[in-house]
T-cell receptor, first 110, second 113 residues
Framework: DAKTTQPNSMESNEEEPVHLPCNHS???????IHWYRQLPSQGPEYVIH???SNVNNRMASLAIAEDRKSSTLILHRATLRDAAVYYC???????????FGKGTKLTVNP | DTAVSQTPKYLVTQMGNDKSIKCEQN?????MYWYKQDSKKFLKIMFS???????INETVPNRFSPKSPDKAHLNLHINSLELGDSAVYFC????????????FGPGTRLTVL
C-alpha cells in the first residue's frame, strides 16, 4: 500500500481556515486520495476524496497537486467541533482496504 | 437512526474468557468490516465480509472469528482473550466491496484484565 506522510499535529484558531497537508510521493495512477477524521471517542468519519481534480463538499475542500504527489485538505472555517485526528489515505481503485497512518491531530483554539 | 451500531460499548473481562461484539448496519450495504485501534491509536483492518462471505482476513489470530448471519450483521467472537487484545474495535460498512466511503460505528472498548 502506498504510504502517506502527514504532520503529527497542527493548531488553528476558531473561524480561521485550516490547511492540512499530506505527501504521497509513491502514489500510483489508480490511487484515490481519501480523507477521514476521527473525533475524540468516536469512529472515523469520511470527509472527502478525489483522484486528480480539486473537490469540494459541505465539509471541506481537497486540493490535489498537479503531479498528485501531495494534497491538502482545507477546512474553510474551523470550529471547535473540527478538532480531531485527520487521516490522509490512498485507496486503490477496486480496493476494499483503508490503510490508516498516524494522521494529523488538529487542535482548534477558541 | 444509527447507521452502524455496535454492542456493547464497553467490555471488561478476564484473560482466557470468550467474548463477542455485535455489529449491525441499517444502510442496506453489502460489505462490512472490523477494525482494531490499539493503545497507540493505530487503526488496522482485521476482516471484511461482502454479502456474508469473507473477503479480507489480515493475518488475525485464529482466536478471532467473525460471523455474518446476514449482510446487515457482522459479529466478532474472540476466544481465550489475551492482554494484548485490549483495544477499541470498530465495525464499518460500505455499499459494495470497493465503494468510496466506509461508515464506522462508535466502537467497542475491550479491556482484558
Amino acid at each position: 500500500d502506498a504510504k502517506t506522510t502527514q504532520p503529527n499535529s497542527m493548531e488553528s484558531n476558531e473561524e480561521e481556515p485550516v490547511h492540512l497537508p499530506c505527501n504521497h510521493s509513491t502514489i500510483s495512477g489508480t490511487d484515490y486520495i481519501h480523507w477521514y477524521r476521527q473525533l475524540p471517542s468516536q469512529g472515523p468519519e469520511y470527509v472527502i476524496h478525489g483522484l486528480t481534480s480539486n473537490v469540494n463538499n459541505r465539509m471541506a475542500s481537497l486540493a490535489i497537486a498537479e503531479d498528485r504527489k501531495s494534497s491538502t485538505l482545507i477546512l474553510h472555517r474551523a470550529t471547535l467541533r473540527d478538532a480531531a485526528v485527520y487521516y490522509c489515505i490512498l485507496k486503490g481503485s477496486g480496493s476494499e482496504k483503508l490503510v490508516f497512518g498516524k494522521g494529523t491531530k488538529l487542535t482548534v483554539n477558541p | 437512526d444509527t447507521a452502524v451500531s455496535q454492542t456493547p460499548k464497553y467490555l471488561v473481562t478476564q484473560m482466557g474468557n470468550d467474548k463477542s461484539i455485535k455489529c449491525e448496519q441499517n444502510l442496506g450495504h453489502d460489505t462490512m468490516y472490523w477494525y482494531k485501534q490499539d493503545s497507540k491509536k493505530f487503526l488496522k483492518i482485521m476482516f471484511s465480509y461482502n454479502n456474508k462471505e469473507l473477503i479480507i482476513n489480515e493475518t488475525v489470530p485464529n482466536r478471532f472469528s467473525p460471523k455474518s448471519p446476514d449482510k446487515a450483521h457482522l459479529n466478532l467472537h474472540i476466544n481465550s482473550l489475551e492482554l494484548g487484545d485490549s483495544a477499541v474495535y470498530f465495525c464499518a460498512s460500505s455499499e459494495w466491496e470497493a465503494a468510496d466511503t466506509q461508515y464506522f460505528g462508535p466502537g467497542t472498548r475491550l479491556t482484558v484484565l
